[in-house]
């Protein structure tokens, strides 16, 4: 839900989200979100890993959340023996994956 939460608040207006699921040939899966918003910048690891980072200096707690988002998101990851991947699309807007192991 906080991923989708967040792809929701970036996405742009009008945006379409995308959702992918895939089972790998190891029986791990992956959630992608994808959406058409303004992507990710040049380090766009420092997203995941700082907690309270955001994207746009403008924003506040007030306008633009608290910046925990995808940090969360890493945080439930992991504590399922996963990881996140975040890129940015071809033609604008970002890729975040979730990559699960099977248990």
């Known amino acids: 839900v906080a991923l989708l939460e967040n792809a929701c608040r970036y ?4 945006g379409r989200l995308r959702c992918e699921t895939e089972q790998l040939p190891n029986g791990n899966v992956v959630i992608r979100v994808l959406d058409r918003g303004p992507g990710f910048p040049e380090d766009m690891q420092a997203v995941a890993v700082n907690p309270f980072w955001r994207g746009d200096p403008s924003r506040s707690r007030a306008t633009g959340g608290t910046g925990l988002g995808l940090s969360v998101v890493r945080a439930i990851a992991v504590a399922h ?3 996140l991947e975040l890129a940015n699309r071809t033609g604008g807007g970002a890729i975040v994956a979730i990559y699960l192991q099977r248990e």
Not at 11 to 14: M, V
């Open 11 to 14: 996405a742009g207006s009008g």
């Open 81 to 83: 023996g996963g990881h």
